[in-house]
C-alpha cells in the first residue's frame, strides 16, 4: 500500500519559506515519519540557491508529475514552468508561489496528497 503523501508548498521563492522548509527538513530531531513520504511543490532552484549560500542542501528527486513517485521519502515536484528569481522581490515569484498552492490543492481536492 502506498505511503501517504504530504505537500509542502514553496512559499514565496524571494522570501524564507524555501529556508524554512529546508532547516525542518534537516533538524535531527524533526526526523521524517518512515509512514508518509513528503513532496515540496514549487521549483528546485530557490532550494539549489539555499545550498550554494548555507550548505543547507535536500537531496530529492525532481518530478513533474505525482504519478513519478516511487519510493524516496522526498520529492521536488515542479509545478511552476517559467523563471522565477530566488531572494528577490519579483512578480515572477507570488505566480511561483500560487501554482505551488494551487497544484497542491488541487491534488489534495482529489485525495492525491493530504
Known sequence: MPKPLIVLTMGDPGGIGPEVIAKTLKRSHL???????Y?????????????????LKI???????????????VYFWEVFKGPIKP???AVVNAH???ASLKDAAEAAVYSQVQ
Open 59 to 73: 537531496s530529492a528527486p525532481v518530478i513533474h508529475s505525482l504519478s513519478q513517485i516511487q519510493k524516496d521519502p
Open 31 to 37: 526526523q521524517l515519519s518512515s509512514r508518509f513520504q
Open 39 to 55: 513532496v515540496i511543490a514549487g521549483s528546485q532552484e530557490p532550494f539549489q540557491l539555499l545550498n550554494k549560500k548555507t550548505g
Open 96 to 98: 511561483a508561489a500560487f
Open 87 to 89: 531572494g528577490k522581490v
